[in-house]
């Protein structure tokens, strides 16, 4: 572009200069060597500018003949560079597609074309060559040599560890990431493999300050960042809470300033603030969390938060959680089951069929079952209970890739990944009612719940009623002994009762008289008949 410019400006400047010239007319006049020349301004200019431009002309050709060996060097050297990276590049297309022949082949050419220490990539494709042919001994080698290369060292440490992981040697493989992880920041496979490892050796300072290196390359974006580093921060708390209850309260109340709905770090923080009797604080981060995320372990931890309340006191608690965040099926399940402890049926009942109605679920429908149990203990309401319970939707839990844990846990056990845990139904139970169309099923169980049994509420309350103790003056007198009654046979027919007639009336016979039944007294008596 800019020789253009030039191009067009010179140009531009030689037009200018001969109009000058030419609206400006005079005559030039040389006297050498006796005899005199006269010329025009304009004629003089042209044979100047012929001048100068034979000589450019005459300076192009004695400058190319002189460097002409080099160029036809430099000619075929650019023509054998080419067919090498082509070469190069059909072989590495080659390794990649597995075709180790074709790999090994283009390689050996390439070699033949190209210096291996002014192009890395030969080395590249001779490790990719050794290993998809077997040869990993020979590609270590390789890869060590590419390692200790600063243009390719990066590619190097990733071949090792690849290599590191497929032959199981993690502690090689965790060394090579870290030290690619120190180097390169930026790599996001040193990275993950580093901050894992370090996560699952508990070391949490050295993995948030790799983390915090990886969100300053732009490897990970902010928002994505700040949830890992809250999760960091929310298992170190809890690694400190027994040791160091201060730095953990600190470590949970920043997780929750980058990820204010993170339920461990609220438990985490509230547990510290209890550590050092500050119930109203504590209170006061359940709260703020529960708003957000009502779950039932912040439910769990504001009830028991003050020790020796009695069911009322946790019940009024549970209210408190009720009237945060309503119309929720969490809020009306806490509130059952501290009117159920609390002895208040009526509340229990309403509130748990005001929540199975909202979202039927196994945990509803046991709730309901305990209620009936120890309000009315009525085996067919409870069984009918139990059988809702077992057609309804299964229970959430914390479940990270097919592993369901009873507490959550800051990374995967299978598979390492950090803030793998979820809050949700596992895998491997059903998420929906088992039987189709149950999504109205509270309403159904409720229509077709049966009536309390008056033998059982008779049962229930003899059993709940106090035994009062009489004085032995004031008892009756005693009664008369009754003798013990021998056990009858069940096989024989009882001796007072007259068999039944077969066809409704007295056998066909002559001895016997119309209307006559024979007695069921003495066996004597019926010889009278005949």
């Keep these: 572009m800019l020789r253009i410019l030039f191009f067009i400006l010179t140009i531009l400047t ?28 304009m004629v003089a200019a042209s044979i100047l500018l012929a001048i100068i431009a034979g000589f450019m ?26 067919r090498g990276y082509q070469a190069l590049s059909t072989g590495l297309i080659a390794a990649g597609a597995g075709n180790a022949a074709l790999a090994h082949k283009m390689s050996a050419r390439a070699r033949g074309l190209l210096r291996a220490d002014q192009e890395p990539l030969i080395l590249v494709l001779d490790a990719q060559t050794a290993v998809i042919e077997g040869r990993h001994d020979e590609a270590r080698r390789l890869f060590q040599q590419m390692a200790d290369d600063p243009e390719t060292r990066e590619l190097g440490l990733r071949g090792l560890y690849v290599e590191a992981d497929r032959l199981g040697a993690y502690e090689a493989a965790r060394q090579y990431a870290e ?84 339920v461990p770090a609220a438990i985490v923080a509230a547990k510290a603030y209890l550590r050092e009797d500050n119930l109203r604080k504590a209170s006061s981060v359940l709260e703020q969390v529960w708003k957000l995320n009502p779950h039932p372990e912040i439910a769990h931890a504001y009830l028991r938060a003050r020790g020796g309340d009695s069911a009322v006191d946790r019940l009024k608690r549970a209210e408190r959680l009720e009237s945060l965040r309503t119309n929720n099926v969490e809020s009306l399940l806490i509130v059952a089951e501290a009117a159920l402890d609390a002895q208040d049926f009526a509340k229990a009942r309403a509130k748990a069929e005001a929540a199975a109605r909202m979202h039927s679920s196994e945990r509803v429908y046991l709730l309901l079952a305990d209620i009936e149990e120890a309000e009315t203990g009525d085996q067919g309401r409870i069984r009918h209970w139990m059988a809702q319970a077992l057609k309804a939707g299964r229970d959430p839990a914390w479940v990270a890739d097919g592993y369901v844990s009873d507490k959550w846990l800051p990374l995967s056990p299978v598979t390492g990944k950090l803030d793998a845990f979820e809050w949700k139904v596992p895998f491997d139970q059903l998420e929906g009612p088992v039987e189709e169309g149950a999504v109205s099923s509270a309403t159904i169980a409720l229509e077709t719940l049966p009536p309390v049994s ?22 009756a007198p005693p009664a008369a002994p009754v003798k013990p009654v021998p056990a009858r046979d069940e096989r024989k027919p009882k001796p007072e009762q ?14 016997v008289r119309e209307g006559a039944q024979p007695s069921g007294g003495d066996p004597k008596s019926r010889l009278k008949l005949f």
């Design 498 to 511: 007259s068999p039944e007639p077969f066809f409704g009336r007295p056998p066909d016979d002559p001895g």
């Design 57 to 82: 002309v005459i300076w192009w050709f004695v400058r190319m003949l002189w460097t002409s060996p080099h160029s036809v060097r430099r000619y075929f050297r650019a023509r054998t560079r080419d």
């Design 454 to 475: 008056t033998v059982d509420t008779e049962r229930s309350t003899a059993a709940a009623a106090p035994v009062s103790v009489v004085p032995a003056s004031e008892t």
């Design 179 to 262: 030290t690619a992880a120190e180097s390169a920041p930026y790599l996001p496979w040193a990275a993950k493999a580093t901050l894992e490892y370090r996560c699952r050796v508990g070391n949490w300072d050295d993995s948030i300050r790799l983390l915090d290196q990886q969100r300053v390359a732009h490897v990970i974006n902010r928002p994505d960042a700040e949830r890992l580093k809250a999760v960091l921060l929310t298992a170190k708390a809890e690694d400190r809470l027994e040791s160091e209850p201060v730095a953990a309260r600190d470590n949970a109340l920043q997780a929750l300033k980058l990820a204010k709905d993170l």
């Design 14 to 41: 030689l037009g200018f200069g001969f109009a000058w010239l030419a609206d400006r007319p005079g005559s030039l006049s040389i006297l050498w060597q006796g005899q005199l020349i006269e010329m025009s301004l």
